[in-house]
């Protein structure tokens, strides 16, 4: 049995997800990205508790070819920010930023949640993930064969 914590915090200067055209710089600040603790049995599984990965976070950049291509399915990654401009008058920017209109599918991302996963070991993998006001998801893979290059 191990029993841990992962911590991970971010400290952002002029971060693309707020700076946009009329608003070019930002002031900085510290971010939470994880912090959970686990117990973990190569018999039972993990159970993660805390702010982290939901089951669902980066089903959509699942890449089974294994050449990487869709590694990053977030096309809005670095420039969130950015404003569109209006249609009729190039010169006027609209509200709408690009983190407006592009999604990469990653659901929930990181949230407060209690956290199940299968051993590492089976064949089948199973994610469970229960949030506060009674939301949930859940993802499975299934490994049939396992190719070595």
Same mark, same amino acid.
């Given at each position: 049995?191990?029993?841990? /914590? ?5 400290? %952002?200067?002029?971060? /693309? ?19 959970? $603790?686990?117990?973990?049995? %190569? ?15 980066? @089903?959509?950049?699942?890449?089974? #070819?294994?050449?990487?291509?869709? @590694? ?7 420039? *969130? ?27 929930? @991302? ?11 070991? #089976? %064949? *089948? ?5 229960? &949030?506060?006001?009674?939301? &949930?998801?859940?993802? /499975? ?7 070595? $290059?």
């Amino acid at each position: 049995m191990k029993i841990g /914590t992962n911590i991970e915090h971010e400290y %952002q200067i002029n971060s /693309t997800y707020n700076i946009s055209q009329d608003n070019p710089t930002e002031n900085t600040s510290f971010v939470k990205r994880i912090l959970e $603790a686990y117990f973990e049995s %190569q018999k039972y599984g993990k159970i993660s508790m805390g702010h982290g990965s939901t089951a669902s976070a980066g @089903s959509s950049e699942i890449d089974y #070819s294994g050449t990487t291509i869709v @590694s990053c399915s977030a096309s809005s990654f670095t420039n *969130k920010g950015l404003k569109f401009r209006d249609r009729n008058d190039a010169y006027n920017l609209t509200d709408v930023q690009i983190k407006n209109v592009f999604d990469n599918l990653d659901d929930l @991302s990181r949230r407060m949640r209690l956290r199940y996963d299968t051993p590492k070991s #089976s %064949q *089948k993998k199973i994610r469970l993930c229960f &949030y506060r006001s009674s939301k &949930y998801d859940g993802r /499975t893979n299934y490994t049939i064969h396992q190719f070595k $290059a």
